[in-house]
């Protein structure tokens, strides 16, 4: 079965850290890239972070870059989502999905997502 | 950064009904266009790509139209396992964005 599983996420103070895991299997994982994908309680899609299928491209969006860093392992079939300086705004359930490299496919497979709440 | 405007942003219909929710991106993005469909408590599920390709699996009643900077979703025939949330997603640059979302309600 092709799934994408995240872990990692939890209940964190203002200004702590989690590293967030998605782990592919199914599939070949490294024909993919990766999307990390957040949604606030009650709110719609963020995206949030892209790295291509050998990590020499990667992007963020503005609300998040310098906080957070993408990496991937490909021999794990895993990425991850180091997440720093946390704010209230970074409470949400994060996704991952794939992403056929031109772009063209749209994200066809997801996880289930992990809930990172930040609550003093 | 492209912004994409859905509407509209809640949709009451009767099962049967022909459904349409649309998309307009503040510029051109070609076909560079996605929809997706979430069940509450659940992560999006792919239904469109390209504008107008159906995803592999997914009931034919949908259906996606556009480009540039106008796009359309549509269901031909709503029926009671839609009931579910619209998104659009613009894929021609970064950062990639999304649409507000549809809530869809069966009357």
């Known amino acids: 079965e092709v799934q994408l599983v995240e872990s990692g996420g939890g209940l964190v103070q203002p200004g702590g850290s989690l590293r967030l895991s998605c782990a592919g299997t199914g599939f070949i994982f490294t024909s993919y890239s990766i999307n990390w994908v957040r949604q606030a309680p009650g709110k719609g899609l963020e995206w949030v972070s892209y790295?291509?299928?050998?990590?020499?491209?990667?992007y963020y969006a503005d609300s998040v870059k310098g906080r957070f860093t993408i990496s991937r392992d490909n021999a794990k079939n895993s990425v991850y989502l180091q997440i720093n300086s946390l704010r209230d705004g970074d409470t949400a359930v994060y996704f991952c999905?794939?992403?056929?490299?031109?772009?063209?496919?749209?994200?066809?497979?997801w996880g289930q997502g992990t809930t990172v709440t930040v609550s003093s | 950064d492209i912004q994409l405007t859905q509407s509209p942003s809640f949709l009451s219909a009767s099962v049967g009904d022909r459904v349409t929710i649309t998309c307009r991106a503040s510029?051109?993005?070609?076909?560079?266009l996605a929809w997706y469909q979430q069940e509450p408590g659940r992560a999006p599920k792919l239904l469109i790509y390209?504008?107008?390709t159906l995803q592999s699996g997914v009931p034919s009643r949908f259906s996606g139209s556009g480009s540039g900077t106008d796009f359309t979703l549509t269901i031909s025939s709503l029926q009671p396992d839609d009931i579910a949330t619209y998104f659009c997603q613009q894929l021609k640059s970064f950062p990639y964005t999304f649409g507000q979302g549809t809530k869809l309600e069966i009357k």
């Open positions: 510029q051109g993005i070609s076909s560079y």
């Open positions: 999905a794939t992403e056929d490299p031109t772009g063209d496919y749209g994200m066809d497979v």
């Open positions: 790295i291509s299928r050998s990590s020499n491209t990667i």
């Open positions: 390209a504008a107008s």
